[in-house]
């Protein structure tokens, strides 16, 4: 049963962009990352990249060498036929050491959230929860959807330097910083894995579609 | 061997960038005006996504250690190569020993200069790419911009660069560089977050790239568009040419660097064959915007790519005299 309808835009001349507006962006990325999957294998002449996102898919293609209408027609049909298709992906465990100097804002945090830090930390812990996509930087995991009792808005300051590995959460997601990077999200801790290698291969820890199983450790 | 002697703001490696590790979440990154980087590594017989180096702006001093054969394209940023006149757009023969210096802007546009050395700048490449990913910190030379004492190792020039000695890439074959470029847009996908009278501003004001501008985006000053309501957007795929709008109503301009996703509304998407001319604005500059179709975008991109593929001429002259005077 199809359900979710597809506005496909035209970003530039070389990509298109997949948007769906629903709630339920578990089910649009589900599709999305699912279309990605099954475009980059059959690999139509001219396509350059799929980037899916939380409730969209992005598709970068040579205009010279592949139209538009191609280009659209094979995303409608990879975005129906991934709708309500089980994402394929990899559990990962990310070992965690909470609150403390890795965790900063997870008193603060739970308080918000009227919960305990243990509360929160347990909630954090409870998951699995899916990859959703990466961006903002190099092998930066947005990973969800959270459940509501998670769910907080962007801290009204931004930090300027997040240090690498700190686990965050915002806006219904966490997330896990590679670098040391600006951020607004609520530090909740730390994990020592690192999330982006450009030596590596593949360089990031972690993929859409995987499930990420966080893991309460004590500290170092 | 490449000694930078002086680096001048921002002098870094870069090629036709990493588009296939978008998917890790890395900026496609790479030369910012990519038809002076072909044009620059075709001159002296280098594959088109050869190594260069970008200067930004001048203040660059170099000094080559063995003779060979270079090319400089993109801005004209003053250049002499052991005191005399470079001549831009040719393959011009680099003696040991020689300096080249850029010292800054010669004309009323222009931000970014191109040089190609035959061979290519031979960094390592990481993710498939030599172009320095200053935000990542990797690729170029340690993933950072170049700086006084650096050395840079030279490839192996292709059995190309033995015949391309003089040859000379004609103006007229060239993007239409020009001071307060108009740069043609493709509508983006939210137009409806923002009042029609505004988006018709945006097509009909003259904007200044702002001061904190670098290779992940320009900001625009002179016009604001704000939401018609508060709203949110979960992150989207974003390319470089996207103007994408945060809160504040400044529209952003994403470059070469920007990231692979972004959280704002995107407004209009510069076309490819007209961001060459975006790359050689410096914070300052002046530009416009105009609204333009998908099939006029396709026309332009189809004429670029067949000029960057023009069969080029050997200006007899220039051979002549680098002939005399090597």
Do not use: K
């Amino acid at each position: 049963m199809q359900t979710l309808c597809w506005n496909i835009h035209p970003l530039g001349e070389a990509a298109l962009l997949a948007e769906v507006v629903t709630d339920d962006h578990g089910a649009a990325n589900q599709a999305a990352l699912g279309a990605a999957a099954a475009l980059t294998a059959s690999a139509p002449p001219g396509l350059r990249a799929t980037v899916p996102a939380i409730a969209s898919l992005l598709v970068c293609f040579d205009p010279l060498v592949i139209a538009h209408r191609a280009v659209e027609a094979q995303m409608r049909a990879a975005l129906a036929h991934a709708e309500g298709t089980p994402t394929t992906g990899r559990r990962v465990e990310i070992p965690v050491t909470y609150g403390g100097e890795d965790g900063p804002d997870l008193t603060a945090a739970a308080q918000r959230l009227g919960l305990t830090p243990g509360e929160l930390v347990a909630l954090h812990c409870a998951g699995p929860y899916r990859v959703l996509m990466l961006g903002f930087a190099p092998g930066f995991p947005y990973i969800g959807p959270l459940p509501p009792a998670m769910h907080l808005p962007r801290r009204a300051t931004p930090r300027s330097a997040v240090p690498p590995g700190t686990v965050a959460i915002a806006a219904g997601l966490t997330g896990i910083y590679p670098a040391r990077l600006p951020g607004g999200w609520h530090l909740l801790g730390r994990t020592t894995l690192r999330l982006f290698d450009p030596a590596a291969a593949p360089p990031a820890l972690l993929a859409p579609g995987d499930l990420v199983q966080f893991v309460a450790v004590s500290a170092r | 061997m490449i000694e930078i002697i002086a680096a001048g703001p921002l002098l870094t490696v870069q090629d036709a960038g990493r588009p296939d590790a978008r998917r890790y979440g890395v900026p496609p990154g790479g030369a910012m005006d990519t038809f002076a980087l072909v044009a620059a590594n075709r001159l002296v017989g280098n594959l088109p996504g050869a190594a260069v180096l970008e200067a930004t702006a001048g203040g660059v001093v170099l000094h080559f250690s063995r003779a060979t054969l270079v090319a400089l394209t993109g801005a004209n940023l003053g250049a002499t190569l052991d005191g005399r006149p470079l001549a831009a757009w040719t393959a011009v023969r680099a003696a040991a020993g020689a300096r080249l210096h850029l010292p800054g802007r010669r004309e009323r546009w222009g931000a970014r200069a191109y040089l190609a050395v035959a061979g290519g700048i031979a960094v390592p490449p990481i993710l498939g790419s030599r172009s320095t990913s200053l935000s990542g910190g990797f690729g170029g030379l340690d993933g950072r911009c170049l700086r006084a004492g650096d050395r840079l190792p030279l490839g192996t020039p292709t059995y190309a660069a033995t015949l391309a000695f003089g040859q000379h890439w004609p103006a007229q074959g060239r993007p239409p560089y020009q001071p307060c470029p108009i740069l043609r847009l493709i509508p983006g996908p939210h137009l409806a977050w923002f009042a029609p009278e505004r988006i018709a501003a945006l097509a009909a004001t003259t904007l200044r790239v702002g001061t904190t501008s670098n290779r992940m985006g320009y900001r625009l000053d002179g016009l604001a568009l704000p939401y018609r309501r508060p709203c949110s957007l979960p992150s989207l795929g974003v390319i470089p040419g996207v103007i994408q709008v945060p809160p504040d109503g400044a529209p952003i301009l994403l470059m070469a660097d920007a990231q692979t996703t972004g959280g704002y509304p995107v407004v209009g998407v510069v076309i490819g064959a007209d961001l060459p001319l975006a790359a050689q604005l410096l914070p300052g500059d002046e530009l416009r915007f105009t609204f333009t179709t998908l099939d006029e975008a396709l026309a332009a991109r189809h004429a670029q790519a067949e000029a960057l593929a023009q069969p080029l001429d050997r200006d007899e002259g220039d051979l002549l005299s680098s002939l005399a005077g090597a």
